[in-house]
């Protein structure tokens, strides 16, 4: 299989799991947390549907 294709899949899944345990630490990290991904990776926030 494609490696960029596996490298963004692996990307994606590691921001999922980083924002679901944030998530369940509550709103304020949470929001925190989105603000600073989408500053980082606002490609990856769009596709994760978060902006």
Aim: charged share 35%.
């Amino acid at each position: 299989s494609n490696k960029l294709s596996d490298e963004m899949q692996n990307k994606r899944d590691k921001a999922r799991f980083v924002i679901d345990t944030v998530r369940r630490k509550g709103e304020a990290a949470s929001s925190e947390m989105i603000e600073f991904l989408c500053e980082v990776d606002p490609f990856l926030c769009e596709h994760l549907g978060l902006i």
